[in-house]
């Protein structure tokens, strides 16, 4: 079992950057895929980014491609999101996730850990 912590949500104009940190312990991250969600007020929580289990295969969400970018370190056990160019529309609270499987994933059903999430917003 993994437990995860969100860290490095914020306030920042559009157009600025942030970097969202997952904190993983009880068990190594490098036994599981690991991805992004995030959920606006009103909406349904939606998929963002998944990495695999070594960090050479990722994928991300259509609308995020060429402006964040999903990463991980083993040896910290901590995965990140690196999020630049950010809209009004990326506000949202910001879940990390991790699966038991060695293929990524982008539903929400495929992943078996969560964190409590971290909160971005994005002025306009």
């Known amino acids: 079992q993994v437990q995860l912590v969100e860290s490095g949500g914020g306030l920042v104009q559009a157009g600025g950057s942030l970097r969202l940190s997952c904190a993983a312990s009880?068990?190594?991250?490098?036994?599981?895929?690991m991805g992004w969600f995030r959920q606006a007020p009103g909406n349904e929580r939606e998929f963002v980014a998944t990495i695999g289990r070594s960090g050479a295969s990722t994928d991300y969400e259509d609308s995020v491609k060429g402006r964040f970018t999903i990463s991980r370190d083993n040896a910290k056990n901590t995965m990140y999101l690196q999020m630049n160019s950010l809209k009004p529309e990326d506000t949202a609270a910001y879940y990390c996730?991790?699966?038991?499987?060695?293929?990524?994933?982008?539903?929400?059903?495929?992943?078996?850990?969560w964190g409590q999430g971290t909160q971005v917003t994005v002025s306009s």
């Open positions: 996730a991790a699966a038991r499987t060695s293929a990524l994933r982008t539903t929400q059903s495929a992943y078996d850990y």
């Open positions: 009880g068990r190594t991250l490098s036994y599981y895929v």
